[in-house]
C-alpha cells in the first residue's frame, strides 16, 4: 500500500534561470518502509505526463510481488516540478497575485526538478539512493543527479533517455507547442485553457512514441472497403481527449520546455567529461526502434559513463515500450542488481 504525502518548502526556491519561487510544494509516494540503516531506498523518476505513483503507472516492475516490492524496498517517486499532480505548476496560486500563474509560471528546468527532490531527500533524512531509476525525462532527471553528486547514488538505472535532448526530439515539443498555441484559449488564463491544442499535442507526441509495426498491428481495419472512420484517427482523438481529461495545457507546455533543457554539459567542461564524473554502478538500457530516444542515445550513455552496463531490447512499442515491456527489464535488472549485489560483497571481503 501506497502513502500520499505533500512535502511543503516554505523558503524561496531558487531556479537556474535566476528567478525564484516563494514558496515549494512537492507532491510524493512511498511504498514500504525505510530500513534501520536507511539503506534500502529506491526512487523512481517519472516521465513526461506521469504522477508520483509509479505502482501504476510503472505496474510490472512495482509493485507487491514484482521486482522493486515494497516488502523489501522503501519505495518514493516524487512528482516533478511544474507538474499537474500536487507539485508547484502552472495551476498553483501565485503567492504575490493571489491567483495561478498560468502563463507567468517561471521557466524550469531538468536541474531544477532535481534541485526540488534533493530538497525532499532532505526532508526525509535519506542521505543515500540504493536504485535510482528513470526512463525518458525520469531517465533525464536521474542522470543529471547523478551528475550533480548531491547524494550517493549506488545503482543507477537509465531507461530510453539522453544525456542531451537531441533537436528531433526539440522539434517534436516545439511542434507540440505550437499546436497549443493555436487554441486562443490557452491565452485566457482559465485552467481548460488550451485543451483543443493540448489534444492535438498529444496525438504529435503519440506518433514519437509508437511505431509503424504498432500502428499496423493495432489499428488496421478488418475490411477493405472503408473510405473514412478509420480506427487509426479514432485512436488518435480518443488518445488526445485522455490526455485533456487528466492534464492541463500549462503544465505540458512548460515541461516540453524543460526536457528541451535538458543537456549535462551545460555549464560543466563538456557532455562526456560530465558523464565520466558519474561514480554509480550503471545500468542503461536501449530500445532497438525508440523513434524518439533513438538507441544511439543510450549507446552513448553506455560508452562515456564508466564501467557501465549497457542492453537493448526490441519492442513493438518503440519509446513506450520502457512502460510496457517490464517482463524483459525486470529479467535484465534483476541480474545486473544481483552482480551488482554480487560485486559489493567481494569488495567487502577485500577490505575485510
Known amino acids: 500500500m501506497s502513502s500520499t504525502h505533500i512535502y511543503h518548502y516554505n523558503k524561496q526556491f531558487k531556479l537556474e534561470s535566476g528567478k525564484k519561487l516563494r514558496e515549494l510544494e512537492i507532491a510524493y509516494h512511498t511504498y514500504?518502509?525505510?530500513?534501520?540503516?536507511?539503506d534500502n531506498v529506491i526512487w523512481a523518476c517519472h516521465a513526461l505526463t506521469a504522477n508520483a505513483d509509479v505502482?501504476?503507472?510503472w505496474k510490472g516492475l512495482f509493485g507487491d510481488k514484482y521486482l522493486f516490492n515494497p516488502e523489501d524496498h522503501f519505495i518514493i517517486c516524487a512528482n516533478v516540478l511544474g507538474s499537474h499532480y500536487g507539485t508547484t505548476n502552472p495551476l498553483?496560486?501565485?503567492?504575490?497575485?493571489?491567483?495561478?500563474?498560468?502563463?507567468?509560471?517561471?521557466?524550469?528546468?531538468?536541474r531544477d526538478m532535481v534541485n526540488a527532490h534533493q530538497l525532499?531527500?532532505?526532508?526525509?533524512?535519506?542521505?543515500?539512493?540504493?536504485?535510482?531509476?528513470g526512463g525518458s525525462l525520469g531517465g533525464q532527471q536521474a542522470v543529471e543527479w547523478a551528475i550533480a553528486g548531491t547524494i550517493k547514488i549506488e545503482n543507477l538505472i537509465l531507461v530510453a533517455?539522453?544525456?542531451?535532448?537531441?533537436?528531433?526530439g526539440i522539434a517534436f515539443n516545439e511542434s507540440q507547442r505550437m499546436a497549443i498555441t493555436t487554441d486562443r484559449s490557452f491565452f485566457a488564463q482559465?485552467?481548460?485553457?488550451?485543451?483543443k491544442g493540448l489534444k492535438t499535442a498529444r496525438s504529435i507526441a503519440l506518433l514519437s512514441y509508437r511505431t509503424y509495426d504498432a500502428y499496423g498491428?493495432?489499428?488496421?481495419?478488418?475490411?477493405?472497403?472503408?473510405t473514412g472512420d478509420f480506427r487509426a484517427s479514432s485512436y488518435q482523438n480518443y488518445q488526445g481527449e485522455k490526455l485533456c481529461k487528466r492534464f492541463n495545457a500549462y503544465s505540458y507546455w512548460h515541461l516540453t520546455k524543460a526536457m528541451d533543457s535538458h543537456n549535462v554539459g551545460r555549464g560543466r567542461k563538456s557532455v562526456a567529461d560530465a558523464l565520466a564524473g558519474i561514480k554509480c554502478n550503471t545500468l542503461v538500457i536501449g530500445i532497438e526502434n525508440d523513434f524518439l530516444f533513438p538507441v544511439s542515445e543510450q549507446e552513448y550513455l553506455g560508452k562515456h559513463i564508466p564501467g557501465a552496463a549497457f542492453h537493448s531490447i526490441k519492442s513493438a512499442y518503440g519509446h513506450d515500450g520502457f512502460l510496457i515491456e517490464t517482463d524483459i527489464l525486470t529479467n535484465i535488472i534483476g541480474n545486473f542488481l544481483k552482480?551488482?549485489?554480487?560485486k559489493k560483497i567481494v569488495k567487502l571481503h577485500k577490505i575485510a
Open 32 to 38: 514500504g518502509k525505510l530500513n534501520a540503516k536507511k
Open 55 to 57: 505502482a501504476d503507472w
Open 217 to 226: 498491428a493495432t489499428q488496421v481495419e478488418s475490411v477493405n472497403n472503408k
Open 120 to 133: 525532499l531527500a532532505d526532508h526525509l533524512g535519506i542521505t543515500q539512493i540504493r536504485v535510482l531509476i
Open 92 to 110: 498553483s496560486i501565485d503567492p504575490v497575485t493571489g491567483n495561478p500563474y498560468y502563463l507567468s509560471f517561471p521557466e524550469v528546468t531538468i
Open 339 to 342: 552482480e551488482s549485489a554480487n
Open 190 to 195: 482559465q485552467p481548460n485553457g488550451g485543451s
Open 161 to 168: 533517455t539522453n544525456a542531451s535532448h537531441s533537436p528531433w
